[in-house]
């Protein structure tokens, strides 16, 4: 089938596609009550708008009663931050009344540990504490909200804002789009132009074009970065210096043309120098006039493989690692082709789904799954995979590490700190490292593994330690293979997956190993009762004691069965 494209992405037909999915995400069928559709829009806000695993963030939804006016909290894996939210649902405030937000922000974070009744707050304020964390607060509601108080500290995002943010992610660089930048000298060399530029000037370009001037990987590692706090008193104190301190700005075009000062760009972008151009475009705002310079880089291309290259090597020593921005793009590019051939969509981007459901109808006919495939998916599926619980699945089960996916899948992404280690040279770029995995999470959620409502209390941590015990057993006792053999040639789990009713039996095995660990948990959880559920999945729950309680226990208990199940493959 050939995909046909009805018109070009509008953002209109974007923004009613982005309040139909916050209904349908957050009301679910109807049935709700306002606590559950406000848990629920506080996940679809994190996960959403701030690229966090819903694994994560179940747990970091602390609204409720004695809340101190925090709904929920995140702490990227980049450090020193933590962000703050306060989300409203079908309600939007005064603007002194978010400023109250604000106002209580600040006395949660000077009480005294023990005046504060609830023991996860109890918990995060001492981390801000101990970690000298930085909050971030946001506010944000899917109403129209008018908010015109200029704040550091404090971002507000109603309906519009949470669209125009949504539509960054996806809509790109206009096509032809023209911005103009003014130099105080300049020197040509080939494709290039080596120029200086003032911070006002720089200010003023940014203004124009922030909708789309930053790359969007480095966008996203943007939005979850601490703004830097020693260019911010550079600015302040010794704004003429900064030129001799700053590496500079890099911006890539697809043309540019000189007039006399005045450099006009068509589709330029901000590769390198992110972060100190949206430190002046957010700090600048605040300050009166700044007297400084900084060293301006413009490169023509119209290559997009070379403008990947200028963001990686022009990046190869910052803290956006260029190398990552571009290889996990390439690698998701060839796995959503893979997946398309056996009719699944693989989301790389939030609402990328969604804006697909709008604007290529026809299109859909093609995403049916695979017959068998399909068996392992809940009957509501609709056969788009989102990359963020790929990853995490793929970590927790390939990788035999549940815990840190869980409190932090963005350790995973462009410019975690364990990417490296994950996306190296041994892993295939197969569909079956990300899909094969994903399909053990999708089953667990039908036993119910993730369930909030579930029997067992720690069954709703547990969907990603369902999938580590899955391919824990599956490695050690049916293929006898090792991890790296696994990711270097996944083709060899074919033999259980293409055969739904013999795996189905290895994950009814598996479903009850599961059920043993969560027991042995509970009891290691009574022995040391400052560990709370959420703590001791994020570090806890795949040590040594507990791997070794689960091979036992498939010794004492399934050794049979899972001969049979090997003889049938």
């Known amino acids: 089938m050939q995909s046909t494209r009805s018109s070009e992405p509008n953002k209109e037909q974007f923004a009613e596609t982005v309040k139909e999915s916050i209904i349908y995400e957050v009301e679910k069928d109807g049935t709700l009550s ?29 609204d409720g009663s004695n809340d101190m006016g925090i709904d929920a909290y995140l702490i990227p894996d980049s450090g020193g931050v933590v962000q703050l939210f306060q989300c409203k649902y079908n309600e939007s405030h005064s603007e002194a009344e978010i400023l109250g937000f604000q ?39 899917n109403k129209k ?64 074009s922030r909708n789309y001037i930053f790359e969007s990987n480095i966008r996203k590692y943007l939005r979850n970065t601490k703004i830097n706090k020693g260019l911010y008193k550079t600015l302040q104190n010794r704004a003429k210096e900064l030129f001799y301190f700053n590496n500079g700005i890099t911006i890539v075009a697809k043309k540019f043309k000189v007039n006399g000062n005045d450099v006009e760009l068509v589709e330029p972008q901000i590769v390198n120098g992110a972060q100190t151009s949206s430190t002046i475009d957010e700090y600048l ?45 390439s690698l998701h590019a060839n796995i959503k082709l893979q997946l398309r051939e056996i009719h699944y969509f693989y989301e790389q981007q939030a609402g990328a ?19 068998i495939y399909n068996k392992y998916l809940p009957s509501d599926h609709d056969h788009h995979i989102e990359a963020k619980p790929a990853i995490q699945s793929m970590v927790a089960g390939i990788y035999q590490n549940p815990t840190k996916p869980y409190s ?35 089953y667990g959620t039908i036993l119910g593994y993730g369930d909030r409502k579930a029997e067992k209390e ?73 560990v709370t559920p959420n703590n001791f999945f994020s570090h806890y729950a795949w040590d040594t004691h507990f791997k070794d309680a689960i091979k036992s226990w498939v010794l004492d208990n399934k050794k049979e069965e899972i001969k049979a199940i090997r003889n049938s493959i």
């Not at 410019?415 to 094969?436: A, E, P």
Request: charge should be neutral; glycine fraction near 2%; proline fraction near 3%.
């Open 353 to 371: 789904w969604n804006f697909e459901k709008k604007l290529n109808r026809n299109e859909l006919q093609w995403y049916t799954g695979h017959d």
């Open 285 to 329: 705002e605040l300050m009166d006039p700044v007297q400084g310079d900084l060293l301006l880089t413009i490169i023509e291309t119209t290559s997009i493989a070379e403008r990947q290259e200028i963001t990686q090597y022009r990046n190869s020593q910052n803290s956006v690692k260029g190398l990552d921005l571009i290889s996990l793009n």
């Open 458 to 530: 720690l069954k709703k941590f547990s969907k990603l330690i369902f999938v580590t015990v899955y391919f824990y057993i599956l490695f050690e006792f049916i293929l006898h293979k090792d991890k790296d053999e696994i990711r270097a040639n996944p083709e060899i789990m074919d033999r259980i997956f293409l055969k739904f009713d013999v795996n189905k039996k290895l994950m009814n095995i598996c479903d009850t190993a599961t059920n043993f660990f969560l027991d042995i948990a509970r009891v290691w959880l009574n022995e040391h009762k400052d």
């Open 408 to 442: 932090s899948v963005s350790s995973f992404l462009p410019n975690g700190t364990l990417y490296d280690k994950v996306f190296d040279d041994i892993l295939s770029h197969n569909y079956r490292n990300f899909l094969y995995p994903y399909l053990i999470e999708s």
């Open 145 to 208: 909200v008018n908010f015109t108080k200029k704040t550091r500290k404090l971002r507000v995002f109603g309906i519009d804002q949470i669209v125009d943010q949504l539509w960054l992610d996806i809509s790109g660089i206009p096509p032809n789009k023209t911005e103009t930048i003014h130099l105080k000298q300049q020197m040509p060399y080939e494709r290039t132009i080596v120029g200086i530029v003032s911070i006002e000037d720089l200010k003023k370009f940014i203004n124009s």
């Open 103 to 141: 106002e209580n922000v600040r006395k949660f974070l000077k009480k005294n540990l023990n005046d504060i009744k609830r023991e996860d707050l109890k918990i995060l304020c001492k981390r801000i504490k101990d970690e000298e964390l930085e909050p971030e607060l946001f506010y944000i509601t």
């Open 34 to 62: 306002t606590n559950e559709k406000g848990d629920n829009f506080n996940e679809w806000v994190l996960t959403r708008l701030f690229d966090a695993g819903s694994s994560e963030v179940r747990n970091q939804i602390v």
